[in-house]
RNA sequence: GGGCCCGUAGCUCAGUUGGAUAGAGCGACAGCCUCCUAAGCUGUAGGCCGCAGGUUCGAAUCCUGUCGGGCUCACCA
């Protein structure tokens, strides 16, 4: 049954159009108030001019020419349906979760915090909508894969390796000053006693103490990125390291494939990319006068080999400070042949709150709040749903207070206060005496409305690649949920047989989506 | 100055890709537990959708201009 082809067949019948294509496009959309039916097109309006008729003549001879399982009315313009009861008793026997198809492969890369610091509050919100993202696409596209670009190399790697020797040495009491542009936290003395703990420091050669900066330092900063994205339901399935990436000589291929195309040229001991020719307003190095690499030549050969993996989606999760460097990368995948194939999705930033005062961060002086710590003090469920609680586009202030209470403010609350009901229901198996299903009211049909758009809800997740649509979905079941509960019983109810199938229903929906949005399925609250 | 994001209720924000009387949470006020968890529900109050034009049957939504706030404009990463 298919609303929107009952439509078009009744159009082409009543007014003698004998091509679909002769009729303008029209959306199956939802009525304001549920007492209206549940959907409603602007039918009228939409075929006004070409009939020349009044848009309420139209809906009205619509309305009463179309047949199926339904009552349809015209208001206005607008034809508006309300499902029967059987129908909607029919469709409470199959499932509502499903998913459209997307055919290919995805690749979600986000957080790719350097490993010279932990990974910080501030990634916290685009770890979150990066690791909702890829349970989303997985379920659609043939596969999805989440990635840590792990940026293991270069300048400041070699500055934090640095830092952690000048903190060992202080550790062993020297009077060494750590230089200005040193990591100046407290984290990096821990890594030094950590080393030291580790490694016997003072029979090592300079070379084998590089060594072990280099490799042991570096990984116990990776260790501990891995344990705290785990703290909070991060699931990263590939990490890929930028020593490999300059190993396999990617930047070179880039180099190649750039100087081949006649995109690079020499100027002031520099190598530049012609950017310009792609849109960018100014020309960009790739290979600085002193021989190194920029971090943009490296960034470029990391996405070529993302894709030579074979993924057909790239998104890569970025924080709204990063703006500036989204047309360079655009400017040159496009120059290599592959414009539009990534998708970036930009995060904008986060303010933290505590008793009113926006919590200061200062990542220069280390005196940052972890995320390790926000996670321990509010949980991973409250983190979780805080950080996706606005849309990505949308600065978002999170206020700590809020989140640990237990109350309204906090919609994790809600929406697992919801789910808990609903599951109680369930057990009281035993109980439940089979009444006839008489039919659907006002707060059965909002629930059923809602949970029948799950396929829509998913699609426009993955258009917009905001995994806000979801937690705001999940708010709006719960919504529609705690209505359907306190308005009357399920349970030895007249109606029990339909209200115990939504129940079921609701409960399949809920908890597809708190494993989407990585959150518990708690039995109590 | 250029680019991107945001201006909607006192506050924080939605608004399903142009539709009907613009919604929710918090805050304020008034109610609801003999009943599957009251961490909930019901009701009241609160609006020049920043401003000005334009497009059309219809604009919070699209276009142009303008004002205000955020981010950003490296041979840093």
């Known amino acids: 049954m298919d609303l929107k082809s009952i439509i078009y067949e009744t159009i082409e019948k009543q007014f003698n159009i004998t091509s679909k294509d002769d009729i303008p496009s029209f959306d199956l959309q939802l009525t304001p108030d549920i007492g209206m039916g549940e959907y409603a097109v602007p039918v009228g309006f939409v075929l006004a001019k070409k009939l020349k008729m009044a848009p309420d003549k139209i809906a009205e001879q619509i309305a009463e020419n179309m047949h199926g399982p339904f009552e349809a009315h015209y208001v206005k313009g607008f034809v508006n349906i309300r499902m029967s009861d059987d129908w909607w008793l029919s469709r409470l026997n199959e499932a509502f979760v499903s998913y459209p198809h997307i055919t290919g492969n995805a690749l979600v890369e986000f957080v790719s915090a350097n490993p010279t610091g932990p990974v910080h509050i501030g990634h916290g919100r685009g770890a979150v909508v990066g690791s909702i993202l890829t349970n989303v696409l997985s379920r659609v596209y043939d596969k999805a894969d989440s990635e840590f670009y792990i940026n293991d190399a270069g300048e400041q790697i070699r500055k934090f390796c640095n830092s952690v020797e000048v903190r060992i040495r202080q550790l062993k009491g020297e009077q060494v000053e750590l230089p200005e542009d040193s990591y100046h936290g407290d984290y990096v003395v821990d890594i030094a006693k950590k080393v030291l703990g580790t490694y016997d420091w003072d029979h090592l050669n300079e070379e084998q103490k590089w060594n072990v900066l280099w490799n042991g330092a570096v990984s116990m900063m990776e260790e501990w990125h891995k344990a705290t994205l785990d703290k909070l339901g991060v699931m990263m399935n590939i990490w890929t390291s930028e020593r490999r990436i300059r190993a396999e000589k990617w930047p070179e291929k880039v180099l190649e494939l750039l100087g081949e195309k006649h995109l690079t040229y020499e100027q002031e001991d520099a190598l530049w990319f012609k950017s310009t020719a792609f849109g960018d307003d100014k020309d960009r190095v790739l290979v600085k006068s002193n021989?190194?690499?920029?971090?943009?030549?490296?960034?470029?050969?990391?996405?070529?080999?993302?894709?030579?993996?074979?993924?057909?989606?790239?998104?890569?999760?970025?924080?709204?400070?990063?703006?500036?460097?989204?047309?360079?990368?655009?400017?040159?995948?496009?120059?290599?042949?592959?414009?539009?194939?990534?998708?970036?999705?930009?995060?904008?930033?986060?303010?933290?709150?505590?008793?009113?005062?926006?919590?200061?961060?200062?990542?220069?002086?280390?005196?940052?709040?972890?995320?390790?710590?926000?996670?321990?003090?509010?949980?991973?469920?409250?983190?979780?749903?805080?950080?996706?609680?606005?849309?990505?586009?949308?600065?978002?202030?999170?206020?700590?207070?809020?989140?640990?209470?237990?109350?309204?403010?906090?919609?994790?609350?809600?929406?697992?206060?919801?789910?808990?009901?609903?599951?109680?229901?369930?057990?009281?198996?035993?109980?439940?005496?089979?009444?006839?299903?008489?039919?659907?009211?006002?707060?059965?049909?909002?629930?059923?409305?809602?949970?029948?758009?799950?396929?829509?809800?998913?699609?426009?997740?993955?258009?917009?690649?905001?995994?806000?649509?979801?937690?705001?979905?999940?708010?709006?079941?719960?919504?529609?949920?705690h209505k359907f509960y306190q308005f009357d019983r399920v349970v030895g109810c007249e109606y029990e047989n339909s209200r115990w199938l939504l129940t079921e229903r609701f409960v399949e929906v809920m908890e597809e989506l708190f494993d989407i949005l990585g959150i518990e399925k708690l039995e109590h609250m």
């Open 291 to 481: 021989g190194e690499y920029t971090y943009y030549l490296v960034d470029i050969a990391y996405h070529l080999e993302k894709i030579s993996r074979g993924y057909d989606v790239l998104v890569d999760v970025w924080g709204a400070d990063h703006i500036g460097h989204l047309s360079r990368m655009n400017s040159a995948l496009t120059a290599l042949g592959f414009e539009n194939r990534l998708n970036v999705v930009l995060v904008q930033t986060v303010r933290f709150w505590r008793q009113g005062v926006a919590v200061a961060m200062s990542k220069r002086k280390g005196e940052f709040l972890s995320l390790d710590e926000l996670i321990e003090e509010i949980g991973k469920d409250a983190a979780r749903i805080m950080f996706v609680s606005r849309s990505v586009d949308a600065t978002l202030d999170f206020d700590i207070d809020v989140a640990k209470q237990k109350a309204m403010d906090n919609p994790v609350y809600y929406i697992q206060y919801a789910y808990v009901r609903a599951r109680n229901i369930l057990m009281k198996e035993q109980e439940r005496q089979y009444g006839d299903a008489k039919g659907f009211d006002t707060y059965e049909r909002t629930l059923l409305r809602l949970l029948n758009a799950y396929e829509d809800r998913i699609a426009q997740t993955v258009r917009k690649m905001d995994p806000f649509v979801l937690e705001s979905y999940a708010w709006d079941l719960s919504d529609a949920f």
